[in-house]
């Protein structure tokens, strides 16, 4: 399975700033996922990405919210704009191995608390 | 809405025992179905993957499909205290689209 990671893996802010997360795969995939889980909650998707396009994003989300970039087949980003405490949470990047299992393997997470 | 049910728990077995964890799934034309281990504080980590009814074994663990009733399980036989994580059901959705839905999960506790 492909190996992520994230950075960063935690981070504290304050309300009304933005954060940019990133996230880094060690073969080429098609495609990214952004996935946040909340204390106490199950996965929920924010977005698709896939390179040289713009992503696609589940409903309730938004991209001034949330802005990725996907630059090429082994990276992406995830920018969290204008937090408020309803947007601490622990955000997932996730590949999908679409060749041998058809799986989602996860990053570690980045664990965000916004004050 | 595509929904992917699982009861929260916790569930207790005795270390030992096995563990039966259950869900069911909305999407009818769902082909994939998988389990994840979740401990906590962890990310998501890939347990066994299904797409046939019937079971599939992979050591201590059998995945366990049945489409007509769209219904996926997981067992644990033999559980230890370290199997005590949270459980993540998961189905793929239909379509080309290569969206995933998740369970809330079941938090498994191993009682030594």
């Known amino acids: 399975s492909a190996v992520i990671s994230q950075k960063p893996s935690r981070d504290i802010c304050q309300r009304g700033t933005s954060l940019t997360i990133q996230c880094q795969v060690d073969?080429?995939?098609?495609?990214m996922f952004w996935y946040r889980q909340q204390p106490g909650q199950s996965l929920t998707l924010i977005a698709t990405?896939?390179?040289?396009?713009?992503?696609?994003?589940e409903s309730g989300f938004v991209i001034d919210k949330f802005p990725i970039s996907r630059p090429n087949l082994t990276f992406s980003t995830l920018t969290v704009s204008n937090m408020s405490p309803e947007d601490s949470s622990i955000y997932l990047c996730?590949?999908?191995?679409?060749?041998?299992?058809?799986?989602?393997?996860f990053g570690p997470g980045t664990r965000l608390t916004v004050l | 809405q595509k929904e992917v049910e699982q009861n929260s728990g916790p569930l207790s077995v005795p270390e030992g025992a096995i563990a039966s964890l259950n869900c069911t799934y909305s999407d009818r034309g769902s082909q994939s179905f998988f389990w994840y281990r979740q401990y906590s504080g962890k990310s998501p980590e890939l347990i066994m993957f299904?797409?046939?009814?019937g079971d599939k074994e992979d050591g201590r663990f059998t995945a366990q499909l049945n489409k007509a009733s769209q219904y996926v399980s997981l067992l644990i036989r033999d559980s230890q205290p370290s199997d005590s994580a949270t459980y993540l059901c998961a189905a793929k959705d239909s379509g080309g689209y290569q969206k995933v839905t998740f369970g809330i999960g079941t938090k498994l506790q191993v009682i030594p």
């Open positions: 996730s590949v999908d191995d679409g060749v041998l299992t058809d799986t989602q393997y």
């Open positions: 299904i797409y046939s009814n």
């Open positions: 073969s080429q995939v098609t495609m």
């Open positions: 990405a896939n390179q040289g396009s713009e992503a696609t994003y």
